[in-house]
């Protein structure tokens, strides 16, 4: 089996209180399949709000499903470690690094947890190579890098533990098309020199079509399409998906948008 | 109309003593919409943030002018600047999300406008939001961040501003969402004589929802031009990188 994901019938719901007083279930994920190969990249696009991260989170454990169940098949080696396999890129980078620490003593502390203190130094160097983190930056705080900055390093740290599995939320949101170009080379190169299995979360259509070769719509917490990027992209059969494409350009009138949204309730 | 004048704004990092922002200056005028693009870390959100002393004063030393309705806010203490955040200038961050009191319900924020409910509920629906009896009852954690982004611009056009300022406002919405941003803002400073200050690196966004663009580079701002004839100078070299590599990804 080279599935190195399995979801089947996956639902995630949470307890809402009404103005009432009384409670009732709402679903966020809701009956969700999928299975993804190793080493592949999986893209995952829809609505906000649609679910997205929630799911991003309950792949990397940090979430229990409600039903359905969600087999991780990671390799031998991976059961001793103390890190989660399922790493994932989170989209406020600025809240994830420590402001006030340097980044070359929170790379060397997830280095050190992953290999020993043996050889970390240079170890340490080839990771931070890989992300294009000049050596200039290494002894600096959180709060003195850019945004772009600090992704880089972040991703640094998660590559410092190796996991199995990267997830990208919005890994593009944040940044110009020259660091957009440049980051999508980075996830391409990182796919295949460290043969991480990949998911990128993102509402860029046209970076996914470019990153990936799987792509899955969500829309109010279910799964509408999936597939083939190219197909997908080129032939959409539901109706959000065809919104999406149509949007794109944002050059639809209010009429337009909601004559799709019309189009959407049926 | 002037809106606001911006005059030789120099902004230094405390500590390291590098300049973010150098002798930035510019004017916005009402009804129209201004778009400030530029590559990570160039000072485009330290510029929004310093207009109306944002900016941590421990960290950060500010000097120059900005003038909005006869004051100029750089002057003005903490406790006349958040009047004016409240009424006249409103802010949506990027990370809407953290930008809201996790402890509260959203409920607090809208009641603390006094509008209407009639009102409140127009707006949510045009973004695609839950009716207000829903939303009232959520914590800013418990929605995404697309829907924290759309609730932070629901919010600052129900407060009936003068001048909104944007961060990044398509980075977590998907491209409906973002057309229907764009629909409105250009409808608001149609309507209610304002004016729209914001930033964001989506060129295909600024190209269509503004009156005039500027690049900001390394703290240096060049002249608000019309979108074409932003599009159209090449006079600088990173200008030309950052079109050339949108060509290409949109290619």
């Known amino acids: 089996m080279n599935n190195i994901i399995e979801v089947n019938n996956l639902s995630y719901s949470v307890r809402v209180k009404n103005s009432t007083g009384s409670s009732s279930e709402k679903l966020i994920l809701d009956n969700i399949s999928f299975t993804l190969q190793r080493e592949m990249v999986l893209g995952i696009a829809g609505e906000s709000g649609s679910g997205k991260t929630t799911l991003a989170k309950v792949l990397a454990q940090i979430l229990r499903p409600t039903i359905g169940n969600y087999s991780l098949n990671i390799s031998a080696d991976w059961r001793n470690r103390k890190t989660n396999p399922v790493q994932i890129l989170f989209q406020n980078t600025g809240e994830i690094l420590n402001p006030l620490r340097e980044i070359n003593d929170f790379i060397d502390e997830a280095v050190k947890i992953r290999f020993g203190d043996e050889e970390y130094e240079s170890k340490k160097k080839k990771i931070l190579d890989s992300v294009n983190l000049p050596q200039n930056l290494w002894n600096r705080k959180g709060f003195e890098l850019s945004g772009g900055e600090q992704q880089r390093a972040a991703l640094a740290r998660i590559l410092s533990v190796q996991p199995e599995v990267l997830i990208l939320d919005e890994p593009f949101s944040a940044q110009d098309p020259i660091s957009q170009l440049n980051f999508l080379n980075l996830f391409k190169s990182i796919n295949k020199e460290y043969k991480i299995t990949m998911i990128c979360i993102s509402h860029n259509l046209k970076l996914l079509r470019s990153l990936c070769e799987e792509v899955i719509v969500m829309y109010k917490g279910k799964i509408v399409e999936k597939g083939e990027v190219k197909n997908i992209f080129e032939n959409p059969q539901h109706p959000y998906t065809k919104f999406l494409l149509r949007a794109e350009d944002y050059s639809l009138s209010y009429e337009e948008i909601q004559n799709e949204l019309e189009l959407l309730k049926e | ?251």
């Open chain 2, 1 to 251: 109309m002037l809106a606001a004048s911006i005059e030789k704004l120099i902004v230094n990092s405390g500590n390291s003593q590098t300049t973010l922002l150098n002798d930035v200056g510019f004017k916005l005028d009402k009804n129209q919409i201004y778009t400030i693009v530029g590559k990570n870390g160039t000072g485009k959100t330290t510029l929004i943030k310093s207009l109306t002393g944002l900016l941590d004063k421990r960290f950060y030393a500010i000097s120059g002018k900005v003038i909005f309705e006869g004051k100029d806010l750089l002057s003005l203490d903490d406790q006349e600047l958040k009047i004016i955040r409240r009424q006249k200038i409103k802010y949506v961050f990027q990370d809407a999300q953290n930008s809201f009191d996790q402890l509260k319900k959203l409920k607090y924020y809208f009641k603390n406008l006094n509008k209407p409910l009639s009102e409140v509920d127009e707006t949510l629906a045009y973004f695609l939001l839950p009716k207000s009896l829903e939303l009232y009852n959520l914590h800013a954690y418990e929605v995404s961040g697309g829907m924290a982004q759309r609730i932070s611009l629901a919010l600052a056009l129900l407060a009936h501003p003068s001048l909104i300022i944007l961060d990044e406002p398509t980075s977590g919405v998907d491209s409906a969402i973002a057309n229907l941003f764009l629909l409105k803002l250009k409808e608001f400073v149609k309507d209610d004589s304002c004016s729209v200050l914001l930033v964001t690196q989506d060129l295909r966004f600024a190209n269509l929802i503004s009156d005039k663009i500027a690049l900001i580079t390394n703290g240096k701002l060049t002249k608000f031009l019309p979108p074409d004839e932003f599009f159209k100078s090449q006079e600088n070299i990173l200008s030309d990188n950052l079109i050339n590599s949108y060509h290409q990804l949109t290619a």
